[in-house]
Structures are given as C-alpha cells and as structure tokens.
C-alpha cells in the first residue's frame, strides 16, 4: 500500500514517511480499521516485510496533553510485556510534532468480553476469570503497575487462548512510597473496573447470577487485605487474599448457573438470527422500491416519446439499452 496515504486525519505521512523506509519500516494493510467504535485509538493492521501479524496503535494526543503521556505508555507496555502479560512493543515512533505516535503489537485474537459471549459454558468461563485475576494481580506485584483502565474488552486472547493485557494508555508505576492504604485503593480501582465490565454483561453468566457471585467473593476477600501494616505486609495479605478468592471461584455450584447460561446464549442467538432476519426484509424491500420507480419512469418516459412522436412525428433518440432511471430520481 502507498505509505503516503492518509490514514487518519492527523497520523499521515508525519507517522508514516515514504522516504524513511528504513526505521520505521511498516507498512499498513488496507488502513482497516479494528478497534471497536468505543475506543478512542485507530488500530490497523500493519505488515513488515515478511507478515502481517501486528497491529498499529495510532495514538493521537489531546491538546493538554504532553509527548511524554504516549511514552508513558509505551513504556508501561514494554515493563508489562517483560513479565509475560502484555504482547512486546515491536516498534514504536512518535510523530514529527510530538502530537502523538504509533506503537506495532502482534496481533491478538479476541477480548474477553466477546470471548465470555460466545463461550456459553460456566466451566469454561469460570476458568477464564480466575486466569484474569491472576493476570491483574501479577501486574500489581511483578510489574508493579496499576492499569487505570481494566476492562473486559483490554484483555485480549492470542491464538493459543493465552491471556495478554493491553492499553496501556492510563498505567502508572506504584509510587514507592505508597502507605498499604493507598496502594489498597489503587489496586482497588482496577478491581472495580474489572467487575463493573464483567457483572454489566446482563446475558449469559449476568443474568445467572454468576458474574454477581463471583464479584461478591472477590470484593469480600479484597476488603479482608490488611492495610494496617507495611507494604510488605499488605502484598502477603494481598496474596492470601488471591489465594483464598481464587479457590471460593473454584467451588462455586457451576451446575447451578449452567442453565442460565445456555438458555441466555440461545436467546441472544435467537435475537441475532431475528435480527439478521429483519434486515435481510429491509433490504428486499428496499431493492423492490427501486424495481417499482425503475419501471414507473421506464413506463412514463415511453409515454412521453410516444406524445412527442404523435406531436413532431419524429421519435426521441433513446439512450442504448433503453430508457434507465438516472441514479438520483
Ligand atoms: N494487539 C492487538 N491485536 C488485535 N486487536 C487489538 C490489539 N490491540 C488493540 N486491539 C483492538 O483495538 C481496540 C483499541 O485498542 P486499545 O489499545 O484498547 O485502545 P484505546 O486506548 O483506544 O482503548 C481494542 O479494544 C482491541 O479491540
Ligand atoms: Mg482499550
């Protein structure tokens, strides 16, 4: 693809020179974009010269915000990734004006919320979350990171199923200084996020009750971390209380939201079916629409030659092919 295309309104050629092919050698695909519509960012695919396996992150700053908020980031994802949770920072450059950058990733497969949306199996899902827990806990202690933004849809699986954390737009190291109640609280909101995104799923383990109980476990063992003492006592105490939310997750009754859960599943590929369905008629009668004014304004133009033919005695040259409704009537 030309390098020199726009590929959004601010990140063109300043991110992507066509002269300087040697550092930054990335080329985009097709400029497809990937990220759903709720994220700020334009995610594209993006090749090197032997695949096509990575994704480019297209980071673009607000006015009040400084060059080194996109360095932040991109070294909170590479601390992230030294530990096994995030994918490597492949490359990365900031543009011309330092009004933002472009971050290469490999590229993932699916995010957790689509993945507990179409995995209607408790056994399966409850799995999964404890693998996140771990995942959110491991950033804490062995990168020492908060997220800021713990979302379902900011963890992703790769090909193989395996877990990796991403966006790493609002991370922050822990302050070293940190009392245990502040650290609490911070470790707190990346929880909040987290079950906030998990129990608003109202389908599938939502409705079920599921995502509710496993949320009151996981609050209830949180609240139980000790913050009276050092930092080295609340990460014991933060441990324990993993430990301990992680096997109440294990000894939930899944039979007992199994139902839920695939009764909730085939609803919502009922409503999808219906869904399709009704826009497939749209379609029809719209196609039907144009049939019938196509055929309205063959009949009245063959009227009007005729009147004209019965007036000059001469005929109207038709275009070949016929008379044919110009696109805009
Ligand atoms: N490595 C990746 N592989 C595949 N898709 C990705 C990858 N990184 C991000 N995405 C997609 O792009 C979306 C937005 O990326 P993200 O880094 O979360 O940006 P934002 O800060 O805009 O939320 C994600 O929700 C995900 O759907
Ligand atoms: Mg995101």
Redesign the pocket.
């Known amino acids: 693809m030309d390098t020199t295309r726009a590929v959004n309104p601010y990140c063109k050629s300043l991110c992507f020179p066509t002269t300087y092919v040697d550092k930054n050698k990335w080329k985009l695909e097709t400029g497809e974009r990937?990220?759903?519509s709720s994220?700020?960012?334009n995610?594209f695919i993006a090749c090197n010269e032997s695949s096509c396996d990575y994704?480019l992150?297209c980071i673009v700053l607000n006015a009040n915000e400084k060059i080194s908020s996109f360095h932040n980031e991109v070294n909170m994802q590479k601390v992230c990734a030294s530990q096994g949770l995030c994918?490597p920072v492949k490359d990365w450059w900031e543009c011309d004006d330092k009004q933002g950058g472009a971050i290469i990733?490999?590229?993932?497969?699916t995010?957790l919320s689509d993945w507990l949306e179409s995995t209607p199996v408790a056994y399966k899902q409850q799995q999964m979350i404890l693998g996140a827990l771990i995942l959110i806990y491991r950033l804490h202690v062995d990168a020492g990171i908060k997220h800021g933004?713990m979302h379902l849809?900011?963890i992703?699986l790769d090909r193989d199923g395996q877990m990796k954390i991403?966006?790493m737009?609002n991370a922050s190291k822990f302050p070293i200084h940190d009392s245990s109640a502040e650290r609490y609280k911070e470790i707190f909101e990346d929880y909040n996020v987290f079950l906030y995104s998990l129990t608003k799923h109202n389908e599938g383990g939502g409705r079920t009750g599921f995502y509710q109980d496993i949320e009151k476990i996981i609050k209830n063992e949180l609240r139980g971390i000790n913050t009276l003492g050092k930092l080295n006592t609340f990460n014991m105490s933060y441990y324990g209380a993993l430990k301990a939310m992680t096997s109440k997750i294990n000894q939930l009754d899944l039979q007992k939201y199994q139902p839920g859960i695939t009764e909730a599943f085939k609803g919502r590929e009922e409503r999808k079916g219906i869904i399709r369905e009704r826009e497939e008629r749209k379609m029809l009668a719209r196609a039907s629409e144009k049939l019938k004014a196509e055929s309205k304004y063959v009949a009245e133009m063959e009227k009007l030659e005729l009147r004209f033919y019965k007036l000059t005695g001469r005929r109207l040259s038709k275009p070949p092919g016929g008379w044919k409704m110009p696109s805009k009537v």
């Open positions: 990937m990220g759903k994220s700020h960012s995610i994704v992150k994918m990733t490999e590229i993932l497969d995010d933004d849809n900011n992703m991403i966006d737009g």
